[in-house]
């Protein structure tokens, strides 16, 4: 289990709380609700700040984190707990004011033409529509990324309110107010680079589309360097954008199906919304940014002699670079697929079955034959001597990954990638 993602969480929510210590101590401690609220808002400030870092993905944060589907979900994390403290500090003031009378509860809601205070509530509107559209609203990524954005540049006005309201020592006390400046200049620098110049901060190529074909449902879309090619290891994927060419200029992240050492960038992609649905009116010489590579699938492949890998639907395209990636091992690929119409690479893993005599490969339809047994399927192989990687839609890869193991694999052994990011 990587511990780094804790301990940073941790670290960055009790600095400002520990810096407020130093200059304060303890003996400043008054009425428990104050400063309660007070070390709260702090510490969701500090996460607040730090979670609009964390949108830079940044390749030395994201490998800190485990990879991007991990520093994703502390992304999330850390956003979630950011609101969560910032919701608790003014409603453990209204609990303040209306524990000494309603009337002053009453007084310190109503509208008022107190500049910081305003900026405090109107930032707390901010994060209030910001999370409520996340979770309760299917948006399209543009507009997604467009409210992320308006919720980083609020992160000023909570500043300016934690600064100037009434009542606040946060500007008396220096290690603070360094400490905040640092982050919210960090903060203020990944809004600017990514949000208003449109810029990222992670590794980047240019490319240009070198043949794109359709078949079905699947995409089948090459990319050729127009500068220096990426460098791509077996099972990484990375973020592509359109930018000279009639696709929106949005990023999306899809697994690199070509083999190691190949100039050209294959990609395997399942039409599921629209920016997939326009991909087949792409045409030759359209140009793309491409962002990466990112992912940690394949890192451990030349770690076991033997190995199962389960793939679900499209969740076969990173076996395919894994698979032209194989030396000695033995591999038994399990592929599961709801109909005809979700069988993708059917020539391709024949091509490797019959080039590579260690792999096997096992084709399941799931609509005629049900689930994968994978209890079945794993008792064919000694305990703690199999490393196994799962690739498939998120509900699959956990349930595969809970059967694994109730039958005594460990976990250590398990590797999964979920394609839930696009």
């Not at 389960?310 to 109909?339: C, E, M, W």
């Not at 979700?342 to 005629?368: D, R, Y």
């Amino acid at each position: 289990m990587n511990k780094k993602p804790i301990l940073i969480t941790a670290a960055v929510a009790l600095s400002p709380v520990l810096l407020w210590f130093a200059s304060f101590g303890f003996d400043s401690l008054g009425q428990p609700l104050s400063y309660a609220s007070k070390l709260l808002a702090l510490a969701g400030f500090s996460l607040y700040g730090w979670n609009v870092i964390l949108s830079s993905r940044l390749p030395l944060l994201v490998k800190t984190y485990g990879g991007l589907l991990n520093f994703y979900k502390w992304h999330r994390i850390t956003g979630n707990l950011a609101f969560i403290f910032l919701i608790i500090h003014p409603t453990m003031v209204v609990a303040r004011y209306a524990n000494a009378s309603l009337v002053s509860a009453y007084e310190f809601l109503k509208p008022t033409i107190d500049l910081p205070k305003m900026a405090g509530t109107l930032t707390l509107f901010i994060l209030l529509s910001g999370v409520f559209l996340s979770l309760f609203w299917k948006l399209k990524h543009e507009i997604f990324i467009k409210v992320h954005m308006i919720m980083g540049l609020f992160l000023f006005l909570g500043a300016y309110h934690a600064l100037f309201m009434t009542g606040s020592d946060v500007k008396e006390s220096i290690p603070l107010v360094a400490y905040g400046t640092l982050l919210f200049l960090a903060a203020g620098l990944v809004v600017i680079y990514r949000s208003i110049f449109k810029l990222s901060l992670a590794p980047r190529g240019l490319y240009e589309v070198a043949s794109v074909r359709t078949n079905g449902d699947l995409v089948r879309l090459a990319l050729q360097p127009i500068s220096k090619p990426m460098q791509v290891s077996p099972g990484q994927f990375v973020f592509i954008k359109p930018i000279a060419s009639d696709l929106p200029r949005q990023s999306h992240p899809f697994t690199v199906a070509s083999a190691t050492g190949s100039h050209n960038l294959e990609f395997g992609i399942k039409i599921c919304g629209d920016f997939t649905a326009m991909l087949p009116a792409l045409r030759l010489g359209d140009k793309f940014m491409v962002e990466g590579p990112y992912g940690e699938f394949g890192q451990q492949i030349n770690n076991y002699r033997r190995q199962v890998w389960f793939a679900g639907g499209i969740g076969i395209t990173p076996f395919l670079s894994l698979a032209r990636a194989l030396k000695n091992q033995k591999v038994d690929l399990f592929y599961s697929y709801r109909s005809e119409n979700n069988l993708f690479f059917e020539n391709e893993l024949s091509e490797l079955a019959k080039s590579s005599p260690s792999l096997n490969i096992t084709l399941h339809n799931s609509e005629q034959n049900g689930h994968l047994d994978v209890e079945k399927i794993m008792s064919a192989y000694p305990e703690h001597e199999v490393g196994v990687w799962i690739c498939g839609p998120p509900k699959m890869v956990t349930s595969i990954k809970q059967k694994l193991k109730q039958k005594g694999i460990n976990g250590s052994d398990i590797f999964t990638e979920e394609f839930s990011l696009s």
